[in-house]
C-alpha cells in the first residue's frame, strides 16, 4: 500500500492568518495521463469528511478560494489563505492511483 | 442534491457477521463514472477504505479486507450493501458509505478518483 506522512499533525492558527499542512507520498502520485491523485478532505467535528481538492490542486464545487493545493510527484500541500472558526477539524490527503486508497494520519487545525 | 444515509445494527457480537445497508437518494445509483464505497473509521483515528461496488455487481476490495469483505448492489431499490464477516472487535468503528468517482485509462484499466459525498456514518461496536 502507498503510505502517506502528513505533518503537522496537530495546528492552532489565529483567526484570520494562513495555515499550511504537507503531505508526503511513499511513491509518485502522477499517472501516465497526466493526472496527480492527491486529494485533501476536511473532517468538522462529528461529521463525515468533505473533499475539498483533487487531483493535486483542483478545488471541488462549493470550496472556497481561500484554499488551494499544490505540489507533485510524492509532495504535497494544503494552504489556507485565512483562517476562519468554521475551518477547523480533522485534515487527511488521500491517494487513488493505486488501490487501495489511502488516507494520512490527519493534521488536527484548531483556533487560537 | 445527492445524499447516502447508512442503516444497520449497531452493535454486532465478535466472530459474527456485519451488515449494512446504503440508501442513495436525490440520484440514481446505476449510472456510469461512479462506483459505490464503503470507508471506515475506528473511533478517533484514521480512514480506512473497504471496498467499493459497481451497479453491475462489479466490486473492488482493500486486500486487508478481502478475504471477509462481500458487497451487492440492488438498483431497484438504490441501495447497495455491505457485508463483513468474522467480526472482532478491531472492527469497531464509523462505517461511511460514499460516491466514488473513477474513469478508465487508455489502456481501460480502472483508476480511482475521489469519495463525495458521503453519508452521515453509523459507529458499529462489536461486542458480546
Known amino acids: 500500500d502507498i503510505g502517506l506522512s502528513q505533518t503537522p499533525l496537530s495546528l492552532a492558527v489565529t483567526p484570520g492568518q494562513p495555515a499550511s499542512i504537507s503531505c508526503k507520498s511513499s511513491q509518485s502520485l502522477l499517472h501516465s495521463d497526466g493526472k496527480t491523485h492527491l486529494y485533501w478532505y476536511l473532517q468538522r467535528p462529528g461529521q463525515p469528511p468533505q473533499l475539498l481538492i483533487y487531483e493535486g490542486s483542483n478545488r471541488f464545487s462549493g470550496v472556497p478560494d481561500t484554499f488551494s493545493g499544490s505540489g507533485s510527484g510524492t509532495d504535497f500541500t494544503l494552504r489556507i489563505s485565512r483562517v476562519e472558526a468554521e475551518d477547523v477539524g480533522v485534515y487527511y490527503c488521500?491517494?487513488?492511483?493505486?488501490?487501495?486508497?489511502?488516507f494520512g494520519q490527519g493534521t488536527k487545525v484548531e483556533i487560537k | 442534491q445527492l445524499q447516502l444515509q447508512e442503516s444497520g445494527p449497531g452493535l454486532v457480537k465478535p466472530s459474527e457477521t456485519l451488515s449494512l445497508t446504503c440508501t442513495v437518494s436525490g440520484g440514481f445509483i446505476n449510472i456510469r463514472s461512479y462506483y459505490w464505497g464503503w470507508i471506515r473509521q475506528p473511533p478517533g483515528k484514521g480512514l480506512e477504505w473497504i471496498g467499493s461496488?459497481?451497479?453491475?455487481?462489479?466490486?473492488k476490495y482493500n486486500p486487508s479486507l478481502e478475504s471477509r469483505v462481500t458487497t451487492s448492489v440492488d438498483t431497484s431499490k438504490n441501495q447497495f450493501s455491505l457485508r463483513l464477516s468474522s467480526v472482532t472487535a478491531a472492527d469497531t468503528a464509523i462505517y461511511y458509505c460514499?460516491?466514488?468517482?473513477?474513469?478508465?485509462?487508455?489502456?481501460?484499466?480502472?483508476?480511482?478518483?475521489?469519495?463525495?459525498?458521503w453519508g452521515q456514518g453509523i459507529l458499529v461496536t462489536v461486542s458480546s
Open positions: 460514499a460516491r466514488h468517482a473513477y474513469y478508465n485509462d487508455r489502456s481501460g484499466h480502472f483508476v480511482s478518483r475521489w469519495f463525495d459525498p
Open positions: 461496488i459497481y451497479y453491475s455487481g462489479n466490486s
Open positions: 488521500m491517494q487513488s492511483i493505486q488501490l487501495p486508497p489511502t
